[in-house]
Structure formats: structure tokens, C-alpha cells
């Protein structure tokens, strides 16, 4: 493993890791339904790379859905344990949503949006104090 990556991390059972050579781009929490089901809780907390900075090691299983913005999500998780662990939308070729609660040390993570409050449920939390949005903003 590198001394110069930015972060590492890796599934609960270990099967799937990565190291991350850059910082992130963007950085996001989703409450939408599909996130909610996915990781069985309230809301994603997602730290976006350039896929090209992320290596993977180990094989994920994937399941695609289409978004109500009509973009397809593909979301990645280990095949063993069933850890999410990556996140890729249409939308956005070429970069990769990271799971943070995967990244080995994910301290460093501000959240710097909040997106589909309108699923927030009333016994989860995130920031009112960073931009809050009904659903998916505009891609920018
Ligand atoms: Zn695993
Ligand atoms: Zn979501």
C-alpha cells in the first residue's frame, strides 16, 4: 500500500479495498429511497473521486437502477459481505462515489450538500446549515 495515497479503505470482511491518490471532488449525503434501501439507514454519506484515482482491489458485485432524473446509478458492493462500497452514476462519467464509512480513516469528510431532504426521515440528521436540496440539483 502507498505512503502517498490520500486514503484507503475496504469492505467489512476484507475481500474488497482500495487506495485513493486525490482528494475528492465533491462531497454529498443522499436521503432518497434507493440509498435509504441500499445501506439499510437513513441517508449515504459519499465522497466523489476521479476514477481514475481509485484503485480497486478484489472483484464487487453491482446492482443498476434508473434515477427519477432518469440517470443510471450502479451501486457496488462486496459479494461476501455485502458492504457498499462505490457508487457510479451516468451522469457523471468518470467519477466514482465512494461510500465513506468504507475509507479506513474518513475524519477529513465534510459533507458540502445535503440532497433529497424531501426523504429525510424524522430520526436521521444532516447538516441544515449547507445547502439543502428537495432532490438531485442540477448536474454542474
Ligand atoms: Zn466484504
Ligand atoms: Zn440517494
Known amino acids: 500500500m502507498s505512503e502517498q495515497s490520500f486514503a ?12 485513493i491518490t486525490a482528494e475528492p471532488m465533491a462531497a454529498g449525503q443522499c436521503h432518497c429511497k434507493d440509498c ?4 439499510g439507514t437513513g441517508h449515504m454519506s459519499l465522497a ?11 472483484e464487487t458485485a453491482s446492482y443498476a437502477v ?9 451501486r457496488h458492493f462486496c459479494p461476501k459481505c455485502g458492504g457498499r462500497l462505490f457508487g457510479e ?9 465512494v461510500a465513506v ?5 474518513n475524519e477529513w469528510f465534510k459533507t458540502q450538500r445535503v440532497v ?14 449547507i445547502p439543502n436540496f428537495d432532490m438531485m440539483p442540477p448536474a454542474t
Not at 435509504?36 to 445501506?39: C, E, G, I, L, M
Not at 466523489?48 to 478484489?58: A, E, M, P, Y
Open 8 to 19: 484507503t479503505g475496504r469492505c467489512l470482511c476484507g475481500a474488497v479495498s482500495y487506495s
Open 36 to 39: 435509504q434501501r441500499a445501506s
Open 48 to 58: 466523489f473521486f476521479k476514477t481514475d484515482d481509485v484503485n480497486i482491489i478484489g
Open 66 to 74: 434508473t434515477a427519477d432524473s432518469g440517470n443510471t446509478n450502479t
Open 89 to 97: 452514476n451516468s451522469a457523471r462519467p468518470g467519477m466514482i462515489a
Open 101 to 105: 464509512g468504507s475509507i479506513d480513516d
Open 116 to 129: 433529497y431532504v424531501k426523504d429525510r426521515p424524522q430520526w436521521d440528521s444532516t447538516p441544515v446549515d
